[in-house]
């Protein structure tokens, strides 16, 4: 299993802006098709971005073009750049890890608070 470290989380008004890391212990990170997703009090863990050992990227459409993910294969960190954050954006994000043969890990998850 990957062990994932999730970090910049925090309190921030509408408008504004957070930049979340996840740090991993892949020996072989580039392997690793990256994700992040989130879960707000009383719903579902969704999707909100993920990027492919290719740099691909997928987004939700709740977030497009106001969050950007990106990767740092060298430091085997992925990050989560969002701008123009919404008081519905509010949820504990979590950072996920995938291949085909090592299946999923996930990280222990960062608030994001926005406040209106």
């Known amino acids: 299993q990957v062990q994932l470290v999730e970090s910049g989380g925090g309190l921030v008004q509408a408008g504004g802006s957070l930049r979340l890391s996840c740090a991993a212990s892949a020996s072989i990170f580039s392997m690793y098709t990256m994700g992040w997703y989130r879960q707000a009090p009383g719903k579902q863990r969704e999707l909100v971005t993920t990027?492919?050992?290719?740099?691909?990227?997928n987004y939700a459409d709740s977030v497009k073009g106001r969050f950007t993910i990106s990767r740092d294969n060298g430091k085997k960190t992925v990050y989560l750049q969002m701008n123009s954050l919404k008081p519905e954006d509010t949820a504990v994000y979590y950072c996920?890890?995938?291949?085909?043969?090592?299946?999923?890990?996930w990280g222990q998850g960062t608030q994001v608070t926005v406040s209106s």
């Open positions: 996920n890890a995938h291949n085909a043969f090592a299946g999923s890990s």
């Open positions: 990027i492919t050992n290719g740099g691909s990227t």
